[in-house]
């Protein structure tokens, strides 16, 4: 098992994958190739809920987004920062999902239709609270991006007489790149 050095960071060394542990209706994410296992598996050990207990460093490596289901994640406090996401978003695209106190720095996030550091496309009630996103970029090649979020719309468009709810509370947006082409 790793030990996390003093610095309290988990530096991904681009070659281990070791799937996490669940504990109760949690998936608990410790270290750095435990994350990379996630999403480089598209797994969530039949878990819907995630946290994070240490600062994870993915020297800047390229994987996907987490799979689809994840409907609370638990940042902790704590950062992954240094990441290259092949989709729309670290979480992709969602239905619904509360994210909490998430950091996550020098994330690079680039797609072929909208896309947000966070989250792409959200199509779903939703929370993030006291979550911070720096140093990083959200590029849609064919879509709308953002921060957080690139695209918020109902789950049924066409349906005017349905409603979504996003709250977004203490989150902040800092020397981020955004760029859309529509």
């Not at 996907?64 to 290259?84: H, M, Q, R, T």
């Amino acid at each position: 098992q790793e030990v996390v050095p003093a610095t309290g960071i988990s530096i991904w060394d681009g070659k281990t994958y070791t799937q996490p542990k669940t504990s109760g209706d949690y998936v608990v994410i410790n270290y750095s190739h435990e994350l990379a296992w996630v999403l480089k598996n598209q797994n969530l050990c039949n878990k819907t809920k995630l946290k994070i207990n240490h600062n994870i460093d993915m020297a800047g490596k390229t994987l996907a987004s987490f799979p689809a289901g994840v409907i609370v994640f638990e940042g902790n406090g704590k950062y992954i920062k240094n990441l290259v996401i092949n989709g729309t978003g670290l979480f992709g695209d969602s239905t619904g999902i509360n994210v909490s106190q998430l950091i996550l720095d020098n994330v690079k996030v680039t797609s072929n239709t909208s896309a947000g550091v966070m989250v792409g496309t959200l199509k779903g009630n939703s929370t993030f609270t006291n979550c911070i996103v720096k140093n990083s970029s959200a590029v849609a090649k064919a879509g709308y991006a953002g921060g957080l979020v690139g695209y918020i719309v109902r789950a049924n468009e066409t349906d005017r007489a349905s409603s979504l709810a996003v709250a977004i509370n203490g989150c902040t947006v800092e020397n981020t790149v955004i760029d859309a082409n529509l």
